[in-house]
């Protein structure tokens, strides 16, 4: 369980509404003018918590003698675990098997309110769905599963229904597993005082303020040529967003929520991601059907599948790749290449958290349907709420907007101010130094530099495509990445999250084997290859590049090598101060403007960085 911290709400009155899913005309959900927030404090109505759980700040507005009666109850019901923080019952609990977990919530209603917190049976319930799949795959021979449980309601409802189908009618055993009932009593008292419990229910829940969705400072370009992306946005190693580069892919018909539910795509089964669990497939109707109706989640699943065109070839014909991003060097692995595409799809809320994309790789994102938020930081700033490890100081995306959106208005009003910056100016004469925000629309493609920390979050059902890749114009940086930072390399994405996963006790065969083969330290065995493959890669098909990269040169379109303007004279020269202080950042040349890639693991959770959400 990741650890709750305190999100200051204020508590919504017992007759709140529940905030619908969707947006409206396609726009992103967002609070009315009369709701905009202040600091992180959020106005507006959200449905009451099914418990009665109220933030932990409502204590002081309860009378000396409710105060008392609201600690007696907590001690009385929590017993030996009362001394603990909510942070630290949960996590206790999420440590324990779910036949403990359903005893326990039958010794106090206190005690139930906590283990029926639905962030501790989604784990229980994905692996659920996991050994569910394996045996369907090894009774039938394939990966069709007509007994799938629709991911619809509570996690404990999906734990419950796939127990269930361990223990069909007639046979022993049948009716042991039931729900556990609601503590009803607490809803008769004054419901529990707790931010843990209560947080997620509101993140999950409260609009979006219109304050997250004012600004576009990512500088936006219609049917921009290759040769014009690559000199005024490629070179310089910023981002753009581009319009009109989709025009005529299918993929704006056929991919879509209704298609993927047809009887021809519904059993396909695809990857999703959870951060405790690891990746699981689900079939592409179940999933659906659940981004759909998920309107109580704060971290939902979210589908990204690196094999799609594998596992469903007609995808590949959907979409093209447009000419500006066909320079893709890393082509040359062959069978080596680390995943580098994805097709993503995710319900409101869904999302990634700051991250550095691997290898040092730039990436595209196209959204088909749906909208996405996005802020960037260059290489050399990290992003509110980032530690120097990488690890990203809230629960959630969502959680982080709340905690820190607000120092982003901050830094955005002092790099207008400081540039005497007008509406409807053109946005990219905005110091670089500053947050990089946008908003992307179906049929809209942003490029993320090499480098560059980013961000993403669904306001609403959003699919999307993305590609990571490598042109010559960040090729060098590549290079040296790969030679110099191996034991950050990833080889395959599948092998970063199973070597994670693999002391766990719910890691899938395939992902079993992959670990087997792992090193020590986490590092795959052909890790430590992936330069000299690259390099002899790109020598034989490619030698005027490799000579480049070698050199130190730049590589122009008449294919002649040129200075890349580096005092150093070379790529080792170029990132040896690099190499000395990270923390600096690189300049930003055309062979030097990336920063170290931060790829972490937490004790508990993978952290999805490799992917361009």
Same mark, same amino acid.
């Given at each position: 369980?990741?650890k709750?911290?305190?999100?200051?709400?204020?508590?919504?009155?017992?007759?709140?509404?529940?905030?619908?899913?969707?947006?409206?005309a396609?726009?992103?959900? +967002?609070?009315?003018s009369?709701?905009?927030?202040?600091?992180?404090m959020?106005?507006?109505?959200?449905?009451?918590?099914?418990?009665?759980?109220?933030? *932990?700040?409502?204590m002081?507005?309860l009378s000396a003698?409710?105060?008392?009666e609201?600690?007696?109850?907590?001690?009385?019901?929590?017993?030996?675990?009362?001394?603990?923080?909510?942070?630290?019952?949960?996590?206790?609990?999420?440590?324990?098997p779910?036949?403990?977990?359903?005893?326990?919530?039958?010794?106090?209603?206190?005690?139930?309110?906590?283990?029926?917190?639905?962030?501790?049976?989604?784990?229980?319930?994905?692996? +659920?769905?996991?050994?569910?799949?394996?045996?369907?795959?090894?009774?039938?021979?394939d990966?069709t599963?007509t007994?799938?449980?629709?991911?619809?309601g509570?996690w404990?409802n999906?734990f419950?229904?796939?127990q269930r189908?361990?223990k069909p009618?007639?046979?022993? *055993?049948?009716?042991?597993?039931?729900?556990?009932?609601?503590p009803?009593?607490?809803?008769?008292?004054?419901?529990l005082c707790? =931010?843990?419990l209560?947080q997620?229910?509101?993140?999950?829940?409260?609009?979006?303020p219109?304050?997250?969705?004012?600004h576009?400072?990512?500088?936006?370009?219609?049917?921009?040529s290759a040769?014009?992306f690559r000199?005024?946005?490629?070179?310089?190693?910023?981002p753009?967003?581009?319009? @009109?580069?989709?025009? *005529?892919?299918k993929a704006?018909?056929r991919?879509?929520c209704?298609?993927?539910?047809?009887?021809?795509?519904?059993?396909?089964?695809?990857?999703?991601?959870?951060?405790?669990t690891?990746?699981?497939?689900?079939?592409?109707g179940?999933?659906?059907?659940?981004?759909?109706?998920?309107t109580a989640a704060?971290?939902?699943?979210y589908?990204?599948?690196?094999?799609?065109?594998?596992?469903?070839?007609?995808?590949?014909?959907?979409?093209?790749?447009p000419?500006?991003?066909?320079?893709?060097?890393?082509?040359v692995?062959?069978?080596k290449?680390?995943?580098?595409r994805?097709?993503?799809m995710?319900?409101?809320?869904? @999302?990634?958290?700051?991250h550095?994309?691997?290898?040092c790789?730039a990436a595209?994102?196209a959204?088909?349907s749906?909208r996405?938020?996005?802020?960037?930081?260059?290489?050399?700033?990290?992003?509110?709420g980032?530690?120097?490890?990488g690890?990203v100081?809230a629960?959630?995306?969502?959680?982080?907007?709340?905690?820190y959106y607000?120092?982003?208005?901050?830094?955005?009003?002092?790099a207008? /101010?400081?540039?005497g910056?007008v509406?409807g100016d053109d946005?990219?004469q905005? $110091?670089?130094?500053r947050?990089w925000?946008c908003?992307?629309?179906?049929?809209?493609?942003?490029f993320?530099p090499h480098?560059?920390?980013?961000?993403?979050?669904?306001?609403?059902l959003?699919? /999307?495509?993305t590609?990571?890749?490598?042109?010559?114009?960040n090729m *060098?940086?590549?290079?040296?990445f790969?030679?110099?930072r191996?034991e950050?390399?990833c $080889?395959?994405t599948?092998?970063?999250?199973?070597t994670?996963?693999?002391t766990?006790?719910?890691?899938?065969?395939?992902s079993k084997?992959?670990?087997?083969?792992s090193?020590?330290?986490?590092t /795959?065995?052909?890790?430590?290859?992936?330069y000299t493959?690259?390099?002899?890669?790109l020598?034989?098909?490619?030698?005027k590049m490799?000579? /480049?990269?070698?050199?130190g040169k730049s590589?122009?379109?008449?294919?002649?090598?040129?200075?890349? @303007?580096d005092?150093?004279?070379?790529? =080792?020269a170029?990132?040896?101060k690099?190499?000395? =202080?990270?923390?600096?950042?690189?300049?930003f040349?055309?062979n030097?403007s990336?920063?170290?890639?931060?790829?972490?693991?937490?004790?508990?959770?993978?952290? $999805?960085?490799?992917?361009?959400?």
């Amino acid at each position: 369980m990741a650890k709750r911290r305190r999100v200051d709400v204020q508590q919504a009155p017992q007759e709140g509404v529940t905030i619908p899913n969707k947006a409206a005309a396609g726009r992103p959900i +967002c609070a009315s003018s009369d709701e905009e927030q202040t600091g992180v404090m959020v106005h507006g109505e959200v449905a009451p918590h099914p418990f009665g759980a109220r933030p *932990g700040g409502n204590m002081i507005l309860l009378s000396a003698e409710e105060q008392r009666e609201e600690t007696i109850a907590r001690t009385n019901g929590l017993g030996i675990l009362a001394k603990y923080t909510d942070d630290v019952v949960l996590e206790i609990l999420s440590l324990l098997p779910p036949s403990v977990l359903g005893r326990l919530a039958m010794t106090s209603v206190v005690l139930r309110a906590y283990v029926l917190h639905d962030e501790l049976w989604r784990p229980h319930a994905l692996r +659920c769905i996991r050994e569910h799949a394996l045996s369907s795959c090894r009774k039938k021979g394939d990966s069709t599963d007509t007994h799938e449980i629709p991911l619809s309601g509570s996690w404990h409802n999906v734990f419950v229904a796939y127990q269930r189908l361990k223990k069909p009618v007639g046979t022993q *055993g049948q009716g042991q597993v039931q729900p556990l009932p609601p503590p009803l009593h607490i809803l008769q008292r004054k419901g529990l005082c707790s =931010d843990t419990l209560y947080q997620p229910w509101f993140l999950s829940r409260a609009q979006y303020p219109c304050a997250w969705f004012q600004h576009e400072s990512v500088p936006k370009r219609d049917n921009l040529s290759a040769m014009e992306f690559r000199k005024h946005f490629e070179e310089i190693n910023i981002p753009v967003v581009i319009r @009109g580069w989709t025009k *005529g892919w299918k993929a704006h018909e056929r991919w879509t929520c209704n298609e993927f539910k047809s009887a021809r795509l519904r059993h396909e089964k695809l990857e999703v991601f959870d951060e405790y669990t690891g990746p699981i497939d689900i079939s592409l109707g179940n999933y659906v059907h659940y981004a759909e109706t998920c309107t109580a989640a704060e971290r939902p699943l979210y589908m990204f599948e690196p094999w799609y065109i594998e596992k469903v070839p007609e995808f590949a014909t959907d979409y093209t790749v447009p000419p500006a991003f066909q320079d893709d060097l890393f082509a040359v692995l062959g069978d080596k290449r680390p995943d580098f595409r994805w097709l993503l799809m995710g319900p409101r809320g869904s @999302g990634a958290p700051f991250h550095q994309d691997p290898n040092c790789t730039a990436a595209w994102n196209a959204v088909i349907s749906g909208r996405k938020k996005w802020i960037l930081f260059p290489p050399n700033i990290r992003p509110p709420g980032v530690h120097p490890t990488g690890d990203v100081d809230a629960s959630s995306v969502v959680d982080w907007f709340h905690r820190y959106y607000y120092q982003i208005e901050q830094q955005h009003k002092a790099a207008v /101010a400081s540039a005497g910056y007008v509406d409807g100016d053109d946005c990219a004469q905005l $110091p670089r130094n500053r947050p990089w925000e946008c908003t992307v629309a179906p049929g809209e493609i942003i490029f993320i530099p090499h480098g560059w920390w980013h961000m993403a979050l669904n306001t609403e059902l959003t699919i /999307a495509v993305t590609h990571n890749f490598v042109s010559r114009v960040n090729m *060098g940086d590549v290079a040296h990445f790969l030679r110099t930072r191996r034991e950050q390399t990833c $080889p395959t994405t599948r092998h970063v999250l199973s070597t994670a996963l693999r002391t766990g006790p719910d890691v899938s065969e395939h992902s079993k084997e992959e670990a087997n083969g792992s090193t020590q330290t986490g590092t /795959a065995p052909d890790a430590a290859d992936l330069y000299t493959l690259f390099m002899k890669g790109l020598k034989d098909a490619h030698p005027k590049m490799h000579d /480049a990269v070698v050199h130190g040169k730049s590589f122009e379109e008449d294919g002649q090598l040129h200075d890349s @303007g580096d005092a150093h004279g070379s790529i =080792d020269a170029s990132h040896a101060k690099h190499d000395a =202080d990270p923390a600096a950042g690189l300049p930003f040349t055309r062979n030097s403007s990336t920063a170290i890639m931060q790829q972490t693991t937490h004790k508990d959770k993978v952290t $999805p960085f490799s992917f361009n959400f």
